[in-house]
């Protein structure tokens, strides 16, 4: 069997970037993905400026607690100051410019004034409370590269430079194909045998979380001739194909046959679980990665072994997923398989869902993480493990 | 001054939820936070049901790995069984209802057949490879409760009982408002003096990112007439009001009048650093947040103190963010105030970021977490630290 890293790695190998690129206003760009780095046109701050309300002057003006300044303007913020006159004090606010001519600024609380004048108490360096021109970004420095997906301070670091619009990739389009005669909706009437459809669910809110846009191509029956007009449709319009079950050894599963048919399907003994089957291989060229139907299997397989070759195809630079760790608070014998433990954190440590059945879905509602268990490897109660929060996959 | 968690604590004592409920697709529900449990209807599994590709008997009927057995029946998923003939084997797959009278399932694995009959060379005990009905719900089980934002896996399971359509909480409508006069929209030309506004993208895409609903005042001039228009029709169409800047000490700052002549407002002696000054209050009984001026303290307070606060109005029941422990990279000594410290983790630990002056908002992108250094505590390299990284803010 492929140790885990191993089909990551392989997988990652045949990625390319799929998505093109587009240019988006910066109040939609949450979430996307830089199509290029992101250069500073100006200096931050572009001037200098106060760090604090206070009074602004030359260090050599002052000469002494009892030596009383006249108070030549006010600068405020949004306001250009006049170079400062000599022997005299600017009362400034923060944020406001350095008028030229003043090196220090003394906050408000250490200064006597009585509007007129101010008398300083307590002196600091020539530079105190200034925030020099360019202190955050300078001119020309890339602050953002290529790849990066933008979060709410990187909207903020962008705007400050007065960039409105950003070049991103264009959303990786994902088609999602639920395959199984058992499928029923939610919502509809289910007969003895069938099951509600939960991966469509599960894959649609993953792909929608990752910034990706979902092509919901439905469900399709056991039919090869259906999923062969289905296939061939989906690998016209997406980027990439995500199917879910149909892909067992067993005899119903015609997925194989028809994705065999229209290009290429290779079958990986994963030693992962839950989460075999698992099988990649492409339909006309568009890669095509098929999960396996048990729900937890979906999810965990679609979490550790698609996002990072998804990502990879959307431009993404950082997908890796770095655990944590935490303490356990079960035992659990090693065996040939890496195996992700349903867990929830707590205070004390990681406790374990006691029903781990790639069926029961509700042990990854119930936790908040995985338990990273190695090949071989007993977990010891009490000793710390790698532990994958889910939001560390958002 | 007032600790941070003592803020923290006496903001959420006054919330209440404010967000109503309303009923919204299965499809549509990422990230929305329930109104009500989720209870189930269905038994899931609904029947037992097989866990292997295999072969279905009675225990009782196997007598041997010579003994071969007549195939009666051939069962898929989603085809209803017959019940199985004594003495016979009933070919099964994954997922397909177990016939009644069957209480084991062999996997093919471990048969010979020909089509018609087989031979099971080793025999399991009773139960095995067999899912029961209700193994992961039972019906009538609460499997959600109320103030829970749904993850891609929920709505899996929410779809896995049926349920199509939920009962969630509006989204808390929250207005921005950023205050200062300096302040100029990115796109548009800047003069010495002034600043692009950052603060509004941070927010914005901080509400954006908690799933709550953005209502957008746009920048205010130091005008107390044009802020109080503004605040007044804020505190009318939004849940909560957050503003940024305009609330320091300073002579310069109208948003204090305004919103006391509104409302009440009090202003917060926090122990944060970066992030005071911290004002709360209302306008016309709606609750309003004034987070600081500077982009990294706006930042920081509206991770650390506003989003519990608008969590709980939102009447999200977790809003508690647990630190992941990291290895310092680096010396910092402790200090009257709890300071967030922007970090950057790596295989080694965490490393800080040269310039933590709360006006460089870059050293929030180029990181990705805040390290915690409780009043003072010293940090020494080395040793464990509590580290947020930012995506467990979201």
Chains 1, 2 share one sequence.
Request: aromatic share 6%.
């Amino acid at each position: 069997m492929m140790r885990v890293t191993d089909a990551v790695a392989r997988l990652r190998e045949s990625a390319r970037v799929l998505a093109g690129s587009e240019t988006v206003e910066l109040k939609a760009c949450l979430g996307r993905v830089l199509a290029g780095d992101v250069v500073s046109g100006i200096h931050v701050p572009p001037a200098d400026n106060s760090a604090m309300d206070g009074y602004a002057l030359r260090v050599q003006d002052w000469h002494g607690p009892d030596h009383a300044l006249e108070i030549s303007q006010r600068v405020t913020a949004g306001t250009p100051p006049q170079p400062l006159l000599e022997g005299t004090a600017a009362r400034i606010f923060t944020g406001a410019e350095i008028p030229v001519g003043a090196d220090v600024v003394v906050m408000q609380e250490k200064c006597k004034s009585d509007g007129g004048s101010v008398l300083i108490e307590v002196m600091r360096e020539a530079g105190g409370n200034i925030r020099p021109k360019g202190q955050d970004i300078m001119r020309g420095a890339t602050v953002l590269k290529s790849g990066h997906r933008l979060r709410a301070q990187d909207l903020g670091l962008i705007a400050s430079l007065g960039i409105a619009q950003v070049s991103v990739r264009q959303r990786l389009k994902v088609a999602i194909i639920s395959t199984g005669a058992e499928l029923v909706e939610p919502g509809e009437e289910i007969r003895p045998g069938q099951i509600y459809n939960s991966n469509r669910y599960i894959l649609e809110a993953l792909i929608e979380k990752w910034g990706f846009e979902v092509m919901d191509f439905g469900i399709t029956p056991d039919d090869p001739n259906i999923i062969s007009e289905v296939m061939a449709k989906a690998s016209r319009e997406a980027d990439a194909i995500v199917t879910t079950g149909g892909v067992s050894v067993g005899e119903e599963d015609h997925v194989k046959a028809v994705v065999e048919s229209l290009g290429s399907i290779d079958f990986w003994r994963i030693a992962i679980k839950p989460g075999k089957p698992f099988a990649f291989g492409d339909v006309n060229g568009t890669p095509f990665l098929g999960l396996p139907g048990n729900p937890v299997s979906a999810l965990v397989t679609a979490l550790v072994i698609a996002r990072p070759f998804l990502f990879d195809c959307q431009g993404i630079r950082h997908a890796d997923v770095v655990p944590v760790r935490q303490r356990a608070l079960f035992d659990m014998k090693g065996s040939g398989r890496q195996v992700y433990h349903r867990i929830r954190t707590g205070v004390d440590g990681a406790e374990i869902f006691k029903q781990q059945s790639s069926g029961a879905l509700y042990s990854t509602c119930w936790g908040d993480g995985l338990a990273v268990q190695e090949i071989d490897v007993d977990i010891v109660r009490g000793e710390l493990i790698n532990v994958v929060p889910y939001v560390l996959f958002n």
